[in-house]
Structure formats: C-alpha cells, structure tokens
C-alpha cells in the first residue's frame, strides 16, 4: 500500500521542480545552460528571503531574470509537473500507470 499523505509531504519541497523552472525558461528559447544559472540565482534568493523556491513572487522571479512571466509559477503545481513527464519511460502519471498496468498483467 501507499501512504499518500507521507508521499504528498515528502514531495511538497518546490525545490525539487527547480529543474522544472529550468525547462520553463527552455520552453521560451532560453538556452539550457542559461535556464540554469538563472533558476540557480533564484534559488539563491529564496534561500537569502528564507521562503521555498515555489514562494517567490512573479516579481522576486523576475527580478532574477525578466524572462520569468505571470506563468512561472504553474512549474511549482506537481500535478501539472508529473503530467508533463509523458515520454516513454518518464516518471509521468499516465507512463507509470502504464507500467503498473503492464506489470499486473505480467504477474498475472
């Protein structure tokens, strides 16, 4: 069995979707190497204001780098962020879904 609420909690740090505001930053043509380093300064500022990553305001992202929008924010919603895991072999919901499915059937 899965404990939810455990699962829910141990994934609640909005750090880990850093790599997720990265592809944000990707996704508006920035290259990677860029995305990187500005996600990094944001870190960096959300560890001087003592708030999580996913607290900052649009504003204290934009202050970082203006290519932050309004929009950033949605890259601290896990369900959106596992829903955009959808390649094959990704931890997305629908792939692993798929591979419980699959292996069901297998142990069957």
Do not use: I
Request: include cysteine; aromatic fraction near 4%; hydrophobic fraction near 50%.
């Amino acid at each position: 069995t899965v404990n939810a609420a455990a699962c829910a909690a141990a994934a609640a740090d909005s750090a880990l979707l850093a790599t997720d505001l990265a592809d944000y930053l990707v996704r508006k043509g920035m290259p990677f190497r860029h995305a990187h380093h500005a996600v990094g300064a944001a870190v960096a500022l959300a560890e001087e204001l003592g708030k999580p990553l996913g607290d900052l305001t649009s504003a204290e992202l934009k202050s970082v780098n203006a290519a932050f929008a309004e929009d950033a924010k949605d890259c601290f919603d896990l369900t959106k962020a596992m829903a955009r895991r959808n390649l094959t072999g990704a931890p997305g919901t629908k792939e692993v879904a798929k591979q419980l499915a699959r292996w069901r059937r297998q142990l069957a």
